[in-house]
Every structure is written in structure tokens, then in C-alpha cells.
């Protein structure tokens, strides 16, 4: 990064600092500020700033989110799954926490478990394309292909501008010729 952008983004968190000296229960600033520690991959920071947004909104589903990715991210899986089970308990239809905690199962080779978290993630919000590309992975994975077929069908149809629609279109062709 530039020696000018460094200092802009200096400048930026000292002026959203004095905004939360200024009104403490200003969540924003913290916010605007984990996201980008995030944008930049500096995940233990971007967990520093969500930390403080949480203490002041604990129930805040958008913000135990945020904190639990970051954890994931920074490999710190126990607080991720805490905080993505937290952002259950105050949002039960929060579709990314289920798959945040299906993520975290897969890492670490719990398939049929990451499998229901993927399935809660599309009972949750059954118009989030991600459960249903993640689900099309592990089926296709498992040797299902006919439930691999059907739910990278489903991805494509909620996510007709994928970035990944070539290689997915590619794959259920794969599938439909084994």
C-alpha cells in the first residue's frame, strides 16, 4: 500500500475514533472500520473493532456475523462457532451463520454435520444461492449426482449472473454424462 493511502487510512481511524469518543453507542464507525480490516485481510483487527460494535449492540445479528467470519478467517474456529451461533439465537433465519458453521464442519471433515448446517442455511432462505452450491459440492462429493445436479441447478437459477456459471454449467454436464 502507498505511503499516501496508509496515511488517508490513519487519518480515517483517528476521525472514526473521535466519532465513537463523540457517541459511544455509534456502531458505525466500528463497523465501517472491521470492514476494512476485513478488505484487507487483517482479520485480527477487523475482530478488535466487531468486538467493540457487539459490546454495544449484542444483539445485533449483521455484527455477530461479521465477527464470527473474521474468527473463521483467522482460523480461531471455537470463537467463530460461538459467534455464529450467537447470530442464530438472535436471528434463526440467519441463512450465512448456518453456512459459516457448515464451513467450519467442512474444514474439519464433519460432512454429514456441515450437510445439515448447509440444509438449515437453505430452510433459513431458501432464495440464498450459496446453501445450494455448497450442498451440489458434497453431494457430488458423496457420489450423488443426481442431488448434485439438482442443487447446482438451483445455484444457477437464484445466481443467473454467477461469476462461476461456465464452470458450473460445465460440472452438471460432467455429472449428467458419468
Known amino acids: 500500500?502507498?505511503?499516501?493511502?496508509?496515511?488517508?487510512?490513519?487519518?480515517?481511524?483517528?476521525?472514526?475514533?473521535?466519532?465513537?469518543?463523540?457517541?459511544?453507542?455509534?456502531v458505525e464507525p466500528l463497523v465501517a472500520l472491521g470492514d476494512f480490516y476485513t478488505s484487507r485481510n487483517v482479520f485480527d483487527n477487523?475482530?478488535?473493532?466487531y468486538e467493540r460494535a457487539?459490546?454495544?449492540?449484542?444483539?445485533?445479528?449483521?455484527?455477530?456475523?461479521?465477527?464470527a467470519e473474521s474468527y473463521r478467517n483467522d482460523e480461531k474456529k471455537k470463537l467463530a462457532k460461538k459467534y455464529f451461533l450467537d447470530a442464530i439465537r438472535v436471528d434463526p433465519k440467519a441463512s450465512d451463520a448456518y453456512l459459516g458453521l457448515g464451513l467450519l464442519e467442512e474444514e474439519d471433515r464433519r460432512?454429514?454435520?456441515?450437510?445439515?448446517?448447509?440444509?438449515?442455511?437453505?430452510?433459513?432462505?431458501?432464495?440464498?444461492?450459496?446453501?445450494?452450491?455448497?450442498?451440489?459440492?458434497?453431494?457430488?462429493?458423496?457420489?450423488r449426482n443426481k442431488a448434485a445436479i439438482l442443487s447446482f441447478r438451483k445455484y444457477l437459477t437464484l445466481d443467473p449472473q454467477s461469476k462461476e456459471r461456465e464452470d458450473i454449467e460445465e460440472l452438471i454436464s460432467k455429472l449428467e454424462s458419468e
Do not use: C, H, T
Open 54 to 67: 457487539r459490546k454495544i449492540q449484542p444483539r445485533n445479528s449483521a455484527i455477530l456475523l461479521k465477527l
Open 46 to 49: 477487523a475482530a478488535l473493532y
Open 111 to 143: 460432512r454429514e454435520s456441515a450437510m445439515k448446517y448447509y440444509k438449515a442455511a437453505q430452510a433459513a432462505d431458501p432464495n440464498n444461492p450459496k446453501p445450494y452450491k455448497l450442498l451440489g459440492f458434497m453431494y457430488r462429493e458423496l457420489g
Open 1 to 26: 500500500m502507498p505511503i499516501g493511502e496508509l496515511a488517508f487510512w490513519a487519518d480515517a481511524e483517528k476521525a472514526m475514533e473521535a466519532a465513537v469518543k463523540f457517541d459511544p453507542k455509534f
